[in-house]
Nanobody, 117 residues
Framework: VQLQAFGGGLVQAGGSLRLSCAAS????????MAWFRQAPGKEREFIAL???????DYADSVKGRSAISRDNAKNAVYPQMNSLKPEDTAVYYC????????????WGQGTLVTVSS
């Protein structure tokens, strides 16, 4: 199983970024997909998830300025982040198949997002 994250880069504060995660999962449509991030010196934190029914949940830190979607035909999930802040700077990871809250069976390699002030 492979999860590959794309779309990181350098963006100015106030800007937007759309990340993507491609998953080599045969039953992708049945899995809850999630995104986490880890800033330098901080613990990994949950950002957003979308389940098989396309129900979503967001961390308070991004609620109202983030939207997660999925394309089951492409085995992909897309978090859109708007109104980015310097504190959004982190390595962003996608994850698949929730075992329990914030615990997932599969993890991608991460993509770096840097927000300049």
């Amino acid at each position: 199983v492979q999860l590959q994250a794309f779309g990181g880069g350098l963006v100015q504060a106030g800007g937007s970024l759309r990340l993507s995660c491609a998953a080599s999962l045969r039953t992708f449509r049945s899995y809850t997909m999630a995104w986490f991030r880890q800033a330098p010196g901080k613990e990994r934190e949950f950002i957003a998830l979308i389940d098989w029914n396309r129900d979503t949940d967001y961390a308070d830190s991004v609620k109202g300025r983030s939207a997660i979607s999925r394309d089951n035909a492409k085995n992909a999930v897309y978090p859109q982040m708007n109104s980015l802040k310097p504190e959004d700077t982190a390595v962003y990871y996608c994850a698949a198949q929730r075992i329990r809250v914030n615990e997932y069976r599969y993890w991608g390699q991460g993509t770096l997002v840097t927000v300049s002030s």
